[in-house]
């Protein structure tokens, strides 16, 4: 029996491209274009999810095949598999960019689960027609960067594409990674992720822009049926599948800002119709508190993806899904209210998670003054954002000041203080403490719960940069290491105790840790 049974919903629901030779163009017919992934030289398997293996039926002995390794690596595509790119649009930076597409990425086809259909999608195998002037690669550094975060991200309960596979293609590929005209060769890799589909907003935005609505009818519909099975047949069903669409993005905006990931390229071709966490690229993870900070340099004129500013963009790509599908719904009052209450929604569910993280269970109209300040005080003190809220769940009723500051130690950035600013500090902690005590709770039943909500471990952009330069050297201990730790991140694990410390100094100006371009 072959190794996955493929389905090809996809491509037998909705027409596509009906050029079928391989070179970059624009694709008006179709809603993808076939394609062969490219043949690697030397494919190695180097890490596998065995969740997501699972999750897709596959024993251990299967992922140990030959057979495995060829459909991950592209080597060979299996009988019932019709390999395609898909199409679509999106806004870049704010900007209408037109066609972009899987440049780089190939579905292999759809698999049956237990969590429903999953689509199979190679990362790196080779150039499509969506590919433009670039080469359709990836290479070892981004690859080890999705796997890990994407898997990191599902064990943290967040929405996310998952990683099933990480290969080494054996071929070198050219990239200058910090665009200043120094390229060099790196390693070549093909991630293989897994999501019930990879349909973005710009997936529509490209047929609204192209005035193509019967493109757009049929896409919404294909969606419909197939990812909100719910709406089918209901009553103004294309306007509920928007609303559903921003009440999922909005709650996985929450979750990012719960555990401080910054996504890094909020374009809208990077934003899932399922609400999942998608394109692992110069994404990163707050050490120290900071609404300003951005992991990405090509973002650094103008902070458009701030940690801070990822509600507010969320809602302005909401914004163009709701232009696109405008032909379809046209109820510009219904589109105006939902995209309206969206900054009204967030507020409320952001303040919800902060008192989950706080260890409150009860709700007071004080609290929201409360987070403001601890915001504050975390980003003014310079305070790692991780390390405060799993040491604060060990702070009791009846601590005093001293013993509160001398716990959270560990989460502060700076050896000496301003008084001013440890006057700010020691009064929000009192504050805080003041809070607790109305509720109605023991210490330890609060530390319980805001560990399973604040995590212990988080992927720091220096770890995976440590993981990397591991890698390039051919050690790929610190990859599984730092894989098996991020499977628990909310439990303690004293193994791996080094792992919950602040970002050391040297990170702070090293390429891959502070700063990470578009390049991958
Ligand atoms: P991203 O910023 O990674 O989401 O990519 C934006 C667009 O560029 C998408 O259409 C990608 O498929 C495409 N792209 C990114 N990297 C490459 C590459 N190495 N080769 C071909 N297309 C790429
Ligand atoms: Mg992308």
Known sequence: MSLFQFQNIFTDSLPGDPQEDNYPRQVHTGFYSKVEPRHPSAPVLLIHSEDVARLLNLGEEDVLSDAFLDVVSGKGVLPGSVPYAMCYGGH??????????????????????????????????????????????????????????????????IPTTRALSLVLTGDEVLRDMLYDGHPA?????????????FIRFGSFEIWAARKDEVKLKQLLDYTIAHHYPELVGTEACY??????????????????????????????????????????????????????WTPNTTDMPGRRYRFGNQPIIAQWNLLQ????????????????????GFSGQ?????????????GLMTAMESDKTLIKNIEQVLHLC???????????????????????????????????????????????????????????????????????????YVLRNYMSQLAIEAADLGDYGLLHELFTLLKRPYEEQPQYERWFAKRPDWALEKVGCSMLSCSS
């Open 92 to 157: 870049q930076f704010g900007h209408w960019a037109g066609q972009l597409g899987d440049g780089r990425a190939i579905n292999l086809g759809e698999i049956s689960t237990i969590e429903g259909m999953q689509t199979i999608q190679l990362k790196g195998a080779g150039l499509t027609p969506y590919s433009r002037t670039a080469d359709g690669l990836a290479v070892l550094r981004s690859s080890i960067r999705e796997f890990l975060c994407s898997e990191a991200m599902h064990h943290l309960h």
């Open 185 to 197: 060769y790196e390693k070549g890799a093909v991630l293989s992720r897994v999501a019930p589909s």
């Open 239 to 292: 306007l509920k599948l928007f609303e559903a669409v921003a009440i999922k993005t909005c709650d996985m905006v929450v979750d990012w800002q719960r555990v401080g990931f910054v996504h890094g390229v909020m374009n809208t071709d990077n934003m899932s119709i399922l609400g999942q966490t998608i394109d692992y690229g110069p994404y990163g993870w707050l050490d120290n508190y900071d609404p300003n």
């Open 321 to 340: 899904l709701a232009n696109a599908l405008y032909p379809l719904i046209q109820d510009l009052e219904a589109l105006k209210s939902i995209i309206e």
């Open 346 to 358: 967030y507020i409320e569910k952001y303040t919800a998670m902060m008192r989950v993280k706080l």
């Open 382 to 456: 310079n305070v790692d954002y991780t390390i405060f809220f799993r040491l604060l769940a060990k702070i009791t009723k009846d601590m005093p000041i001293s013993e509160m500051k001398s716990l959270l130690e560990p989460a502060f950035y700076e050896d000496e203080w301003l008084p001013e600013k440890e006057q700010l500090l020691e009064d929000v902690l009192m504050a805080y403490q003041k809070r607790i005590a109305l509720e109605d709770t023991t210490d330890s039943l609060r530390q319980q719960q805001m560990n399973e909500v604040n995590p212990k």
